[in-house]
């Protein structure tokens, strides 16, 4: 761990040429650093931006007589304790953006006293010093590696204490049942009960409610900070590697009219409608002699189990064959979107054609002829859900703005709905355990089981507690933290 009491230093924007580049310096030398690499010791006012000349240093200086090295003219301001990012003194320099610059501020800084910052210590020390907690501090990092705007959304919100509060609720609610709890087992001889059973086990069951409705949209989190998987499936010919290329927005896949031609897995990573996503374009799924092929196939199908959602596309120019109704049992009763492609040419078979395959699918849209309408309802995904079908053209790029959506909504991200609140595998793990610890309590306390003596739930709530406060670092090893802030840039 490293020692809090140090001055550090580090660049605070990302290395190589641009228009600034910002160094910072915390810790309790700061203001004194600062002073020796500013020519005349200019004195800093709190949240001042004050131009200057920053200078190699008083311990770098030429010999007597000589004027001190000008490295450059520079913006710096202070951040007085307690009032800053780290909860220490804080002096960033905004210097013009050459790398030489900015490693000659640092070095000054270092030959002044102070020493250069491991990864995440400037937000390691706020966690420190109380200006964050640890679901916060993880904001942090999230928000600076957000790839699009849904990431960068729940991340701010996240900064913003959501978790936190959300946490600091349960817990209120957690300390006030384990206090009375106390009160009632500290007097056992006397008589005196501060909570009834049935009052015990509302609480818990209040408890787990909350717990559990945090936990509820964890996966749709998961996805957003991770990214989801989208796997394009069909038979050969279909427009699979079309449709990727449209996503892709670069002629990633080679597109011929020779069937067979996709041999393995092409992959790319694209941000569609604000969600961060991993495109795979597959095999065409078919039977087929050629070892190479039927290799090319298999992975398909194993990608396509694999995958977080997939996108099922069918010629709607060419009739229904086997593989097309295989692919569509195969992918039923997962998340899945159905692209009707080829939506400028004439339709072959209605969308009620559909309703044929072995799946059993029932169909919303109309059985009269003609093309598919754009978005339709086919197909059941599970109990009560029935697959979003979307007719496009890969070639001129019709219809991708609703497949887009689609996709979109299918995994839960749309422009109507919150962001998730949970997203950090470490905080769902964790709240999963608090979330069972209180199951065990909620079973032990029912009027089934009969009155439960306070010792017993006491041990086990403290044992939900423990969780619930390692979620926000109040319980956390130097261990964790190392683990955590190790994965921050340097300079944050």
């Known amino acids: 761990m490293f020692s809090p009491d140090d001055t550090i230093v580090a660049l605070a924007t990302p290395p190589g040429r641009g228009g600034l580049a910002v160094v910072r310096v915390s810790g309790p030398r700061a203001s004194a650093i600062a002073s020796d690499l500013i020519e005349g010791g200019a004195i800093l006012r709190p949240r001042h931006a004050t131009l200057v000349r920053v200078v190699a240093g008083e311990r770098t200086a030429p010999p007597p007589g000589l004027p001190a090295a000008a490295i450059d003219e520079a913006i710096v ?216 092929e039927r290799e090319g196939v298999a992975r398909a199908e194993r990608a396509c189990a694999a995958a977080d959602i997939a996108l099922v596309v069918l010629d709607s120019s060419s009739p229904l064959c086997e593989d097309d109704r295989w692919l569509l049992e195969t992918t039923a009763g997962r998340p899945r979107v159905i692209v009707l492609n080829k939506s400028d040419l004439p339709a072959a078979w209605r969308a009620a054609d559909i309703h044929a395959s072995p799946s059993g699918a029932e169909t919303s849209t109309s059985a009269s002829a003609g093309p598919p309408p754009p978005v339709a309802r086919i197909g059941e995904t599970s109990p009560g859900k029935r697959a979003v079908a979307v007719a496009i053209s890969a070639t001129s790029g019709a219809g991708m703005d609703v497949l887009i959506r689609s996709i979109n909504r299918e995994i839960g991200f749309s422009d109507t709905t919150a962001p998730p609140l949970i997203s ?53 090893s130097e261990d964790l933290l190392t683990a955590i802030f190790s994965q921050f840039c340097i300079g944050k």
């Open 77 to 292: 301001t202070l951040f007085e304790a307690p009032a800053s990012y780290t909860g220490d003194d804080v002096i960033e320099f905004s210097l013009h953006g050459s790398p030489v610059i900015a490693s000659e501020v640092i070095a000054a800084a270092v030959a002044a006293g102070a020493r250069l910052a491991g990864p995440g210590e400037f937000t390691l020390r706020a966690f420190l010093s109380g200006r964050l907690d640890l679901t916060r501090a993880e904001a942090v990092r999230d928000l600076v590696e957000a790839t699009t705007p849904l990431q960068a959304r729940m991340a701010f919100d996240q900064l913003q204490g959501t978790i936190a509060e959300r946490i600091g609720e349960i817990e209120g609610i957690l300390f006030d049942l384990m206090a009375r709890l106390e009160a009632s087992a500290d007097f056992p001889e006397e008589g005196y009960h501060f909570i009834s059973p049935d009052e015990t086990h509302e609480a818990i069951r209040s408890l787990l409610a909350r717990t559990e409705a945090l936990l509820a949209d964890s996966k749709r989190g998961r996805l957003l900070r991770e990214g989801m998987t989208v796997v394009i499936a069909g038979r050969p010919n279909v427009g699979k590697s079309t449709l990727f290329n449209q996503l892709a927005g670069v002629e990633r896949a080679i597109v011929t009219a020779i069937p067979g031609t996709t041999r393995d897995l092409l992959i790319e990573a694209v941000s569609l409608g604000g969600a961060r996503m991993t495109l795979v374009d597959t095999a065409g799924v078919r039977a087929t002699s050629d070892p190479i």
């Open 424 to 476: 950090n595998i470490r905080q769902i793990e964790l709240l999963g355990h608090a979330a069972e610890a209180l199951r065990g309590i909620q079973t032990e306390t029912s009027p089934e089981i009969g009155q439960t003596p306070e010792e017993l739930v006491l041990a086990d709530l403290r044992v939900a507690a423990d969780y619930l406060q390692e979620v926000t670092g109040k319980r956390s």
